[in-house]
């Protein structure tokens, strides 16, 4: 149990790490989210089911949900996805 433990901690540190350097939003969004999920893991091994309860309803929930609806009311989303499409056309020409 305790190197389950370990492996979620690392992960954990990575999560967080990766966050900052993710240069697309939507990517960030969803590590966040898996932040967020292994927090609520850590919370069940820690015996605080309320807490983790809290961290998958709040942190993975509400507040993704809340995220990808602020990208899409700015139209962050779409950009991302016409920014790709450019790209692999331009690719596309290359060959």
Known sequence: MRI???ILLFFLVV???SVS???KLLNSILIF???SLVMSIIWICLESPDLAITEAAVGA???SVLFFVTLKKI???EEENQKG???SMI???RR
């Open 4 to 6: 389950f433990q370990y």
């Open 15 to 17: 999560c967080a790490i």
């Open 21 to 23: 350097f993710s240069k």
């Open 33 to 35: 989210m898996s932040y």
């Open 61 to 63: 929930g509400v507040t």
């Open 75 to 77: 139209n962050a989303i």
């Open 85 to 87: 499409e450019k790209e």
């Open 91 to 93: 690719e596309q020409r």
